[in-house]
Nanobody
Framework: QVQLVESGGGLVQAGGSLRLSCAASGRTFSTYVGWFRQAPGQEREFVAAINWSGRMIFYADSVKGRFTISRVNAKNTVSLQMNSLKPEDTAIYYC????????????????WGQGTQVTVSS
């Protein structure tokens, strides 16, 4: 079992930056942690994922070069640094976890946080 709590969302102007954090507890060893987002009226989409060691990292094309995912296992924290934000990045951002294997499919993640709102104004 893994428990996840996101923080760090807010309102920012286009071109600005935000840093989201996902605090994990429970049996976190060997987990992949992913960030997903859901905009109003749209399906939830993959943003980024990182494996336990931090050596395997994956990004959606839409955020590549602007977002950076990282994790500090000693602190049980996974962060998402978001730079050069655009209005189309506005969404509720969720962190999620699954064991052992990478996936971009939200249905393959077993544990979810409650989400944090990110709003980017133009």
């Amino acid at each position: 079992q893994v428990q996840l709590v996101e923080s760090g969302g807010g309102l920012v102007q286009a071109g600005g930056s935000l840093r989201l954090s996902c605090a994990a507890s429970g049996r976190t060893f060997s987990t992949y942690v992913g960030w997903f987002r859901q905009a109003p009226g749209q399906e939830r989409e993959f943003v980024a994922a990182i494996n336990w060691s931090g050596r395997m990292i994956f990004y959606a094309d839409s955020v590549k070069g602007r977002f950076t995912i990282s994790r500090v296992n000693a602190k049980n924290t996974v962060s998402l640094q978001m730079n050069s934000l655009k209005p189309e990045d506005t969404a509720i951002y969720y962190c999620a976890a699954r064991y052992n294997y990478y996936s971009r499919n939200e249905h393959e993640y077993d544990y979810w946080g409650q989400g944090t709102q990110v709003t980017v104004s133009s």
